[in-house]
């Protein structure tokens, strides 16, 4: 069975940072694009950033760029994202997911039914 693990949120204060993790299992990382949401209660999902599995080009939303950046290590089987210069606009519940078709800005915009494969949500809380 495929599964993904995510942990890592807490509340941090703006201008702070953190990082988030994602244990996968059932697939490796060079089988599916594997990426982050997240989603504020009450409002739509937003895809954060992507890592495609045939070239490990990455993707960002916008509201992201220059602040987040993801990575995996094959090894722990983990895929990352390192938040940096955190605002209270990130306060979200932020999901990892896996998709074999969707990719770049694609996986980005995509729905959640697009999506083939997702984990549990982890709370961030940024703080002004």
């Known amino acids: 069975d495929v599964q993904l693990q995510a942990y890592g949120g807490g509340l941090v204060q703006a201008g702070g940072s953190l990082r988030l993790s994602c244990v996968v299992s059932?697939?490796?990382?060079?089988?599916?694009?594997v990426g982050w949401f997240r989603q504020v209660p009450g409002k739509g999902l937003e895809g954060v950033s992507c890592?495609?599995?045939?070239?490990?080009?990455?993707a960002y939303a916008d509201s992201v760029k220059g602040r987040f950046t993801s990575t995996i290590d094959n090894a722990k089987r983990t895929l990352y994202l390192q938040m940096d210069n955190l605002k209270p606009e990130d306060t979200a519940v932020y999901y990892c997911?896996?998709?074999?078709?969707?990719?770049?800005?694609?996986?980005?915009?995509?729905?959640?039914?697009?999506?083939?494969?997702w984990g549990q949500g982890t709370l961030v809380t940024v703080s002004s």
């Open positions: 890592i495609a599995y045939t070239d490990n080009s990455t």
């Open positions: 059932g697939f490796s990382f060079d089988e599916y694009n």
């Open positions: 997911a896996a998709d074999g078709f969707h990719r770049g800005n694609r996986f980005l915009t995509s729905r959640r039914l697009q999506i083939r494969h």
